[in-house]
């Protein structure tokens, strides 16, 4: 039990520190945005750039920060059926949807990076490679995996636990 609550906390640190990647472009993507319409309405003249830009930090913000997400459980989760069954049951069916989700998620995370590392395009405007920022779709999944694993592992302990 020790292995697994130190597995998960290195799981936990680490998805933390990718977060605050994300977390740290908040603020210039809502400084270019606002001097993006000043500039367009004060003075006519539009900051060049800046739906590339915005585009891109909102892309690794919401990449990097979905491992997160799931760690404080802060994904959309529908309960209405299973809160109606017992424990066992509840925890039966959170192992499904983790493996079913570890399925999708792998799958993902793999495109993901295949097509990151054959990406050869830049932007238009200005001439940003884009294969980091496709690439990013397969270390924001496999974050989101590894947390997904460390859900998993703790309800089969947890189910174990149950007699």
């Keep these: 039990m020790k292995a697994l609550e130190g597995f998960q906390k290195g799981v936990h640190k680490v998805t933390y520190a990718v977060c605050a990647v994300g ?6 993507l809502m400084l270019i ?3 993006d319409v ?3 309405a004060i003075f006519n003249k539009p900051l060049p750039g800046t739906l590339e830009l915005s585009e891109y930090m909102l892309a ?3 990449l990097l920060g979905a491992a997160y997400t799931q ?7 529908v309960d209405f059926l299973t809160s109606r069954f017992p424990l066992k049951g509840q925890t039966i069916c959170r192992i499904i949807t983790d493996l079913a989700s570890l399925f ?5 995370a793999i495109y993901g990076w295949i097509e990151g590392i054959s ?3 830049v932007t238009d405007q200005l001439r940003v490679p884009m294969w980091p920022f496709k690439t990013l779709v397969a270390v924001g999944g496999f974050m989101l995996w590894m947390e997904i694993l460390t859900d998993l592992i703790t309800s089969i302990a947890s189910l174990g636990r149950r007699q």
Excluded: D, N, S
């Design 38 to 40: 000043l500039g367009r």
């Design 60 to 62: 690794i913000i919401i």
């Design 71 to 77: 760690q404080v459980k802060g994904h959309v989760a």
């Design 33 to 35: 945005t606002t001097f």
């Design 119 to 121: 990406e050869t395009t």
């Design 104 to 108: 999708i998620i792998a799958i993902m």
């Design 23 to 28: 977390m740290f472009l908040a603020i210039p």
